[in-house]
């Protein structure tokens, strides 16, 4: 027994056990006195001993750990170390592991572990994300995981789904499926829909299945369907904002709800609200009152879609971010009322990022030389993509115009916003055959260097 006990020991106590052994019971210039030595017959000392030096941790986290643990009775837990190592784990990361999860070392190699880290880098785990999976929650690679991937699989969940869903709440890997995955997983289909459409739910709220059914997801759904009518509309809702089953519904909304009827907004503009994006109806109160508050203040009939979208569009950012935005449409000389005015117009203008609001903005003020009011003036402008969609159309009017096919004064706002179909046949199908490069503009792939004149003012 002592001869297995020293096989165990680091290299350093196997020399000293030896000296013990041969009855050399003093200190050399390369030896502690025996006297602090580590007891090697305490398998708490021995715990330690492996704790430290096998898997860095320090003295105190080590001899907390020991109180879990006994090396002893571990058959080879240097084997746990390896199997972590060959799966791309770093020693500082699987320092973390066994700090947070020293049972590890004692699980079962050949049926747990080995197995579940084949099946997790069957999912694309390894190295550093496995590490950042694992610090979540340890506990998986003991776990049956592969029941629950199983029971995922079964129900339409794709191995990336399954991946995503592991990497937000590995927590889930220790619940039971049959009683906890399941019935949510029936009652979701009850509703309408599809398996494919839960595991995209799924996959994008894992939380969800964390609920509980009873006393959560069904008086959620309950008070959705109260609010919203029909079930054709609570499925609509819950689709455009997985999220809402997590909420309380019935305390959040119904506040928010009171503010929009005391303002004079019809119900049917409220249903309507929720499902354009149920989020909006999600914020804070006191946050969503100076929101609507703003809004009437800006002159928007709470019986218009326009007041819908405008509520919408300042209910998805903070208040600080929404001054950003004013401040990025003010550098380019536009006054409040300019703004307050494009806003009016088109609400979902402020939706776009200050970054899009500075390069669209940019753009056409200095490479197309438009005055900043033309764009106030047209909103819709700053809803489009500059690489997709702008840019390339220009591109098309820029080769038209130089070919003296098209008048110089040409509307560009109309041709930036006109639909697809409309500018095909306007600006590409008709010229393609006398200039065949016009298609090669609107692929993007011939470079803009300018309109032969500024645009004129509409």
């Known amino acids: 027994m002592f001869r297995q006990i020293c096989i165990k020991l680091p290299q350093q106590l196997r020399r000293r056990a030896s000296l013990i052994c041969h009855g050399h019971l003093f200190s050399t210039s390369s030896l502690k006195p025996i006297s602090e030595l580590p007891n090697i017959t305490d398998p708490k000392s021995l715990t330690v001993s492996f704790l430290r030096n096998s898997c860095g941790l320090s003295l105190e986290l080590a001899a907390s750990a020991s109180k879990k643990l006994n090396i002893e009775n571990i058959e080879n837990p240097s084997s746990v170390l390896d199997l972590l190592r060959t799966h791309g784990l770093t020693q500082n990361q699987i320092r973390h592991l066994i700090s947070s999860r020293p049972l590890l070392l004692s699980a079962d190699l050949g049926k747990t572990l080995r197995p579940n880290m084949e099946l997790f880098k069957s999912l694309g785990f390894s190295g550093a994300n496995l590490a950042k999976m694992l610090s979540k929650d340890p506990r998986v ?159 928007f009939d709470p019986n218009n879609l326009l007041f819908v979208l405008a509520i919408r569009s300042m209910a998805v950012m903070s208040k600080a971010l929404w001054e950003k935005k004013v401040e990025a449409l003010r550098s380019f000389g536009l006054s409040k009322d300019e703004i307050d005015s494009a806003f009016k117009s088109q609400p979902m203008c402020m939706v776009s990022s200050v970054k899009k609001i500075m390069k669209v903005m940019g753009f056409f003020v200095n490479n197309l030389k438009m005055k900043p009011s033309m764009i106030s003036k047209n909103p819709n402008l700053l809803l489009h993509s500059l690489e997709k969609r702008i840019i390339p159309r220009c591109s098309v009017l820029q080769l038209l115009m130089s070919k003296g096919l098209i008048k110089e004064d040409t509307n560009i706002a109309s041709m930036v916003t006109m639909t697809e179909k409309n500018f095909m046949k306007r600006f590409v199908s008709k010229y393609q055959t006398e200039v065949p490069d016009v298609v090669r503009a609107h692929q993007g792939k011939i470079e803009f260097q300018g309109l032969p004149v500024a645009p004129m003012e509409t």
């Not at 890997?173 to 029936?186: A, D, Q, R, S, V």
């Not at 494919?196 to 059914?213: D, H, T």
């Not at 759904?221 to 809402?244: H, M, P, W, Y």
């Open 141 to 299: 690679l003991d776990s049956d995981a592969y029941t629950v991937v199983e029971f995922f699989r079964a129900h339409g969940f794709s191995d990336e789904q399954i991946s995503t869903l592991t990497m937000k709440r590995p927590l889930l890997y220790i619940l039971n499926t049959e009683k906890i995955f399941k019935p949510k997983l029936e009652f979701l289909k009850s509703l309408g829909f599809s398996y494919l459409e839960i595991a995209k739910l799924l996959s994008a709220e894992p939380y969800i299945l964390e609920r509980s059914l009873e006393n959560q997801i069904i008086p959620c759904i309950q008070e959705l369907r109260r609010i919203l009518g029909t079930d054709e509309n609570v499925l609509k809702a819950v689709k455009a904002c997985f999220s809402l089953i997590e909420y309380d519904v019935e305390s959040v909304l119904q506040a928010n709800i009171s503010i929009l009827v005391s303002h004079g907004v019809p119900n049917s503009l409220v249903v309507k609200i929720f499902l354009m994006h149920p989020r909006s109806l999600l914020v804070r109160t006191c946050r969503f009152s100076e929101i609507v508050n703003e809004v009437m203040k800006l002159g």
